[in-house]
């Protein structure tokens, strides 16, 4: 589920950009502010709000290391702010002096795009303050950017519907005509990277005035080039989608609308798992916090709000649970890796181990413990001497594991390592989702390389995945 954390109202006017780094959240409005709020309270820094634009403020956004923020405005100009201080670092004038609408930077660089009403694309060294490049697109306004993670490639949006891929140096890579009718209102690019070993991978969210939010895979191929390919086209509003977010795992989307709703998608399947209805205007903004289960929406209304998605187990702490003894379909329905130490006492006396009772209890087994036991620490640990014992139990904790498959428990929720349910789902660079802690093991012991596919991970990283965490809340809910 998703709950209404709080409403931040210090705008006078449509807000109409929302950015977080790891710290902070800042908020732009025609008001000609930026405000900048702590993301651990939302309570407003002092040197908040910063006023150094004439004329409304159309975007706002971090740079990767989240020591600056720009800003850019009607005023033609993008200008650069110090989050230490509120200072201004630097004001850049968009060539031709035309409204800016848009600005990004660019990961890994110190290069910043400005996007303007009059087609013109300008990058900056913003460190500098000097411009190395501009490029245009027509008569058509750029309202929409964003950078591939790796920073060398970005994807512009315009008022004539058209999505462009661009390298770094402003050389136009790919384009594809009319992708939202009556124009592109935003596009965002998930934070992953994907490889095959012949082209890399990324996902781009783009969304408009035609009311849809679509999804692309964008297939880099270097010297060769790129394609644009269309995933999953959304209609989960019914008006004109403003704006659109990756989450920082990748695996959900946000969405603005004039419909006055944001919509949350798990960005795989496309599928609509939330739609809030709190703004009372067309909501212009949205942002995911990289660092938590956050979303900020920001609205005609002169609001933002900051939501906060729960992966929906704990709304089910008082449910009754079944335990062992009690089964359905020939199986038991609550998951080993839920049973209290007396359920674990209660299966041995099922199972005819009743003499591993007072053993198990003295130790504290619970069914983690039970379903983690091995040939070794019955032996070192337990001291269960009996070889005809201690096979007898193995033999039974592996039907134990197996007994899951036939709960109708979805195999997706199942960890591959340990085929059981997860309780902390992450993805691995095999693009895999495990239980964090297999994983973490396997990775430790196995020199690197991928349970699924064996060959060797690219990175450690290990990604929450908070859509399927959700996912299995939902479903253990659902259980009877």
Not at 388 to 404: A, C, D, I, P, Q
Request: aromatic share 8%; net charge negative; glycine share 8%.
């Amino acid at each position: 589920m998703v709950s209404l954390v709080c409403t931040l109202q210090g705008h006078r006017d449509d807000v109409n950009c929302c950015a977080f780094s790891v710290r902070l959240l800042a908020t732009c409005s025609t008001d000609k502010t930026v405000r900048v709020y702590s993301a651990a309270d939302f309570s407003e820094l002092p040197f908040s709000p910063l006023a150094g634009h004439g004329y409304g403020v159309h975007c706002c956004c971090f740079s990767p290391c989240g020591r600056y923020l720009a800003s850019c405005s009607t005023d033609a100009t993008t200008m650069v702010w110090s989050m230490e201080s509120g200072d201004i670092v630097a004001v850049l004038q968009h060539p031709g002096r035309s409204p800016v609408r848009v600005c990004a930077f660019a990961p890994g660089t110190s290069y910043l795009v400005s996007g303007a009403s009059d087609g013109s694309l300008a990058v900056w060294d913003f460190q500098s303050k000097a411009l190395l490049k501009t490029a245009t697109v027509g008569e058509t306004a750029v309202v929409a950017c964003s950078f591939t993670p790796c920073g060398q490639m970005m994807a512009t949006g315009s008022t004539y519907g058209d999505l462009r891929l661009w390298d770094l140096y402003l050389n136009q890579l790919h384009v594809v005509k009319n992708a939202h009718d009556l124009g592109v209102a935003c596009c965002h690019f998930a934070p992953q990277v994907q490889s095959d070993g012949q082209s890399v991978h990324f996902r781009l969210g783009s969304c408009g005035q035609d009311s849809l939010l679509k999804i692309w895979t964008v297939l880099w191929h270097g010297p060769a080039g790129c394609k644009l390919r269309l995933l999953h086209t959304l209609t989960g509003q019914s008006a004109p989608v403003l704006s659109c977010a990756f989450s920082a795992d990748g695996q959900l989307l946000v969405s603005g609308s004039v419909d006055k709703t944001v919509a949350v998608y798990d960005a795989h399947q496309g599928l609509l798992l939330y739609t809030l209805k709190q703004h009372e205007r067309y909501v212009t903004a949205c942002a995911f916090s990289p660092t938590a289960a956050l979303i900020a929406t920001g609205s005609m209304d002169k609001t933002v709000n900051v939501w906060r998605l729960l992966d929906g187990s704990s709304e089910h702490g008082n449910e009754e649970k079944a335990v062992p003894g009690r089964k359905s379909g020939g199986c038991v329905t609550l998951l080993a890796s839920d049973w209290s130490e007396d359920n674990v006492s209660a299966w041995l006396c099922e199972e005819g181990l009743e003499a591993l009772v007072s053993t198990f209890k003295a130790n504290n087994i619970d069914g983690v413990e039970l379903l983690g036991l091995t040939k070794e620490t019955l032996t070192a640990e337990l001291k269960v001497d009996s070889v005809g014992l201690r096979n007898k139990l193995l033999r039974k904790v592996e039907e134990l594991k197996m007994s899951m498959v036939c709960t109708g428990v979805p195999d997706e929720f199942l960890c591959p390592i340990t085929r059981e349910m997860m309780k902390d789902p992450v993805i691995a660079a095999d693009g895999y989702s495990y239980e964090r802690d297999a994983i973490e093991g396997w990775i430790s012991s196995r020199n690197r390389s991928s349970p699924m596919t064996n060959l060797p991970l690219q990175t450690t990283v290990l990604t929450p995945n908070r859509t399927l965490k959700m996912a299995i809340g939902r479903w253990k809910a659902s259980q009877p």
